[in-house]
């Protein structure tokens, strides 16, 4: 069975990513991950980033997949991690607006394929199905915790993510399947 990538804990990926961006090879990943969980965007439409993109408060873009034109405000989190990216790599005074963020040691834009499998590494879990898009599923979870649990924040998100319904959105959280796993627990 083709299982979907779980979401992993907001916090958990926040401490691990602000850990990585203290080491020089790794900072890229820590600010990719810290990126990831606060703006919710998918693999595809984060690697065509420049530094340009998100030298503002705000960054615009037009998504890969849905073709639809997003605006997302960048938090005091991505902007202050950003910098220690920055600081990490020695990119003070160094011209780098038109180049991509998230080169690899190889000179390349990381590809998914490989970021996925540093990601498996970096959260060592037997239990979990970790990709990229665990922390899209993670950034999810944090809007839908932050706002109650409320339909409110489904609506949000299925704005957000551009689902047709919410119901798209609960079972892309995975809340029916807690639901159901509840039900069974009751019982006991």
């Known amino acids: 069975m083709n299982k979907t990538s779980d979401y992993l804990e907001y916090d958990v990926a926040l401490n691990k990513g602000l850990k990585l961006l203290n080491d020089k ?3 890229v990943i820590g600010f990719y991950i810290i990126f990831s969980i606060n703006t919710g965007l998918r ?7 420049k530094h340009s993109d998100i030298s503002d408060d705000k960054l615009f873009l037009k998504e890969k997949k849905t ?26 005074n160094v011209n780098i607006d038109e180049n991509y963020i998230f080169i690899s040691q190889k000179g390349t834009t990381f590809r ?20 990229s898009h665990s922390l899209r599923k993670a950034f999810a979870r944090k809007v ?16 957000i993510f551009n689902h047709s319904n919410i119901a798209i959105t609960r079972r892309y959280l995975g ?14």
């Open 25 to 27: 090879k790794m900072c």
């Open 43 to 49: 693999i595809s439409d984060i690697m065509k980033l």
């Open 67 to 92: 073709k639809k034109a997003r605006e997302i405000f960048l938090n005091k989190v991505v902007k202050s991690s950003y910098e220690s990216m920055l600081a990490t790599l020695d990119f003070k």
């Open 112 to 131: 998914t394929q490989s970021i996925n499998v540093i990601l498996k590494t970096l959260f060592n879990t037997k239990r979990l199905q970790i990709s």
């Open 144 to 159: 839908y915790e932050n706002m109650n649990e409320s339909e409110n924040a489904l609506v949000l998100l299925s704005d």
């Open 175 to 188: 809340i029916r399947q807690e639901t159901i796993d509840n039900i069974y627990l009751t019982l006991e």
